[in-house]
């Protein structure tokens, strides 16, 4: 339950929010009032906060958490503020995005265990040049990855599309290991699951993932041949599922 809202006030550049939710005080600087993830933080609420509430339940402090898909921040701030000795790492492709992602980490004390290297960067099947797609104009969260085929969209559409940068998970999380991993990627999950198939094989990290129901075969299929079951799903969303994975070394293929 948020406690001490003030929202609304103007800064130079963004309406700001201000809450405490379990006795944690937060700062969100909002772009646009009528987004739907955006819109939520201004009336003095985390975003989806149950499913957060989820999630912590596989977390220690002192944890590495990939935040894939961070967007404005909602989860990573919260990450950072629940678990102080958490290293987060938020992956974010969309240019909008990021500058109130960054804006809200700022406005949060810094976020000090926030690894901000990845902001700017999306995560798929191989790195390399990629392009972002903005969503609505009111979901900014449904902003898409789209392949370097796309990059002529930049110049004929900038307010529309931006050049970004894709990575694999393999790649950043291999050797260093990682214990969370949230992704919300818009339909973009097999590719971001196949570049993260050794780390998932050898680390075992617990997954939460937002799964596109045109996906749900493709993804479920994955994490079985990896040894994984699904232990928690959501289902209020009527185009996605929610699922929360765990390794099993009792389900895992021989």
Known sequence: ????????????????????????????????????????????????????????????????????????????????????????????????????????????????????RYIGFGMSDQSGAAVSWRGGDNNLGNSKILDASNLHLVDRDPARFNETRLVTGDDVFLESGVDFIKIDVEGHEVPCLMGLKKTLDRHHPVVFIEISNDNMKLVTDYFADLGYVDVWKDTHYAKVTNKIFVFSAEKRPA
């Open 1 to 116: 339950m948020a406690e001490n809202v003030s929202a609304g006030v103007k800064s130079a550049d963004y309406l700001v929010s201000t809450f405490s939710v379990e006795g944690m005080d937060f700062t969100f600087n909002v772009g646009n009032p009528n987004d739907a993830i955006q819109k939520v933080l201004l009336s003095g609420s985390l975003f989806d906060f149950p499913e957060i509430l989820e999630m912590v339940k596989y977390i220690k402090d002192g944890d590495t958490i990939a935040d894939v898909g961070s967007n404005v921040g909602n989860h990573a701030v919260y990450y950072s503020k629940k678990f102080p000795n958490a290293r987060i790492l938020p992956f974010e492709p969309n240019a909008e995005a990021m500058r109130l992602l960054v804006a809200n980490l700022d406005s949060n004390g810094g976020c000090p265990n926030v690894d901000r």
